[in-house]
Structure formats: structure tokens, C-alpha cells
């Protein structure tokens, strides 16, 4: 049911654009992470955002080469890639009125940028363009990054969720509880 919706909701999002999703692969860190491929004329960072909010998500975070290297894997295919543009987005931006090019990055959950993985001479405002959102650089160039326009425009996003408790643990929470609660309790005779 959970993949019904989340194709209503690309194909909402994304207009005529086809999208393709792939099974949520779930992390070490016990967040599950899953890569939309979008078609042409592709998705902007904000319209990706917001897509991977509807999907229950945010757009991934990286805190590590560890975790950069799972997620690069993840859109290893093509149809992930942009031929001239880029890799897919991933929840990185940089603030309002931040000192360009490599101030003020941080991440849509609010978490600290404790970790970076700029390519080569990134971030970089080409053409003094406003590029303040992140993404994969090149397919080739291994799991780095690059600063790119919200419009640019590019194939894919990748979707990071945080597992919400099981109704299975929900009830044995519930069953400790009331196990507890029904245990007599020894007093103390002082």
C-alpha cells in the first residue's frame, strides 16, 4: 500500500515525468534509504524535498564515507544521472546570506554538517550562479559532491526514513507495563 501512494504522490509531484522507485534498502544506522529516478525534464532540489516529505522522508543526510559510499551505491544506475548535470540530490543546502561558496552548509533535519565530501574545487558558484543545493557530481568520479541551482533540473533524489516503532514493540512495551503494574510489589517494615 505504502508503494501505491508513493507512486501517486511522484507522479503528482512530478507532472509528466516518469519516476521510478526502488525498494527502501535499510543501513547499519537503522535508517532505510530509497532512490527516486525521475525523467525528463527531471526535478529541482525544493520540488525533491518536498516530494521525499510527502513520501513520509527527507532527503538523505551523510554523516560519514561509510554512509556516503551505501548511498552512492544505491544510484549506481543510470537513470539516476543527468548525462551533463549531475547525480542525484541528497538533503544538503546552504542558508540564506551564508559567505559563498562554502559557508552556511547544513541539512534539512537541523543536523550538524559534521562531514563533507566536496569534488575537487566544489563548492564553487559557477558562473556566479545560486547554487546553494546539493548533490552527486559525476558517476565516474566516486561519491562526491557538488553545488548546484534548485533548478538544475537532475534525474534523481535519494530519501532517507527513520523506522517508527512496530506495532509488535508497541505492544510488548504494553505488555511490560502491564506485567509490571500486576507484579505485587514487596513493602518494608521499618
Known amino acids: 500500500m505504502k508503494h501505491i501512494s508513493v507512486l501517486v504522490v511522484g507522479?503528482?509531484?512530478?507532472?509528466?515525468?516518469?519516476?521510478?522507485?526502488?525498494?527502501?534498502?535499510?543501513?547499519?544506522?537503522?535508517?532505510?534509504?530509497?532512490?527516486?529516478?525521475?525523467?525528463?525534464?527531471?526535478?529541482?532540489?525544493?520540488?525533491?524535498?518536498?516530494?521525499?516529505?510527502a513520501m513520509g522522508g527527507y532527503l538523505a543526510t551523510v554523516h560519514s564515507?561509510?554512509?556516503n559510499d551505501f548511498i552512492f551505491a544505491l544510484v549506481a544506475d543510470d537513470s539516476y544521472w543527468h548525462p551533463t548535470r549531475g547525480g542525484p540530490w541528497i538533503g544538503g543546502y546552504q542558508l540564506p546570506?551564508?559567505?559563498?561558496?562554502?559557508?552556511?552548509?547544513?541539512?534539512?533535519?537541523?543536523?550538524?554538517w559534521t562531514y563533507d565530501n566536496w569534488a575537487d574545487g566544489q563548492p564553487d558558484e559557477w558562473m556566479n550562479r545560486n547554487q546553494d543545493y546539493l548533490h552527486y557530481h559525476t558517476q565516474t568520479g566516486g561519491p562526491v559532491w557538488?553545488?548546484?541551482q534548485d533548478d538544475n533540473g537532475l534525474y534523481g533524489y535519494v530519501v532517507e526514513y527513520i523506522p517508527e516503532p512496530t506495532i509488535l514493540s508497541l505492544l510488548a512495551v504494553g505488555a511490560v507495563a502491564l506485567l509490571r503494574r500486576r507484579t505485587p510489589r514487596q513493602r518494608s517494615t521499618i
Do not use: C, F, K, M
Not at 521510478?20 to 524535498?49: F, L, M
Open 11 to 53: 507522479i503528482s509531484v512530478l507532472g509528466s515525468s516518469l519516476t521510478v522507485i526502488a525498494a527502501p534498502v535499510q543501513w547499519s544506522n537503522g535508517h532505510w534509504y530509497e532512490p527516486i529516478a525521475v525523467g525528463d525534464p527531471g526535478i529541482s532540489w525544493t520540488a525533491a524535498r518536498d516530494a521525499a516529505a
Open 97 to 112: 546570506d551564508a559567505i559563498e561558496p562554502d559557508e552556511g552548509w547544513t541539512w534539512v533535519t537541523g543536523e550538524s
Open 146 to 148: 557538488d553545488d548546484a
Open 65 to 67: 564515507d561509510a554512509e
